[in-house]
């Protein structure tokens, strides 16, 4: 749901270019080419984001030392990638680190088996944080411009 979040919100910010932006999900123990969680599309046909063409990747897949940024849901996922990979640390964090947005957990916990409204619980938390985070994001891109 993040990844579909964060491009649906790249696209709607006029301030923000599309092409500028490469966003990917890739779960630490997922399996390759799974289809969304029924219950996920759900939640998500709700406002509109269509995750019919979602396939899941596997972490492994990815070259990070390419990527800019990894952010991870959990401080569990972020320990795990830094462990593997230690010369990456400065590059990962989790979207609450990120986003600066006080609650009361720390991480966002993956809805997985639990019910409907847990999945909307869980895009409406992805949601603001992601938006906290293109603030920050759009304030350093203007400091970066002066």
């Not at 949601?127 to 994001?137: A, M, T, W």
């Amino acid at each position: 749901m993040a990844e579909y979040l964060f491009k649906d919100l790249i696209k709607n910010n006029k301030e923000f270019k599309e092409e500028n932006w490469e966003v990917f999900s890739a779960g630490i123990s997922a399996v390759k080419g799974a289809e969304a969680h029924d219950k996920a599309k759900f939640v998500m046909e709700e406002i509109n984001i269509d995750l019919s063409d979602h396939s899941s990747h596997n972490i492994d897949e990815i070259e990070l030392k390419k990527e800019d940024i990894i952010i991870t849901m959990t401080r569990k996922h972020s320990r795990a990638l830094v462990l593997r990979h230690p010369d990456l640390a400065d590059k990962i964090f989790t979207l609450k680190e990120l986003s600066g947005l006080e609650t009361e957990s720390k991480d966002i916990q993956d809805p997985f088996g639990l019910s409907k409204e847990f999945y909307r619980e869980t895009r409406e938390e992805i949601k603001e944080n992601l938006k906290k985070l293109l603030k920050k994001l759009k304030n350093i891109e203007l400091i970066e411009k002066d």
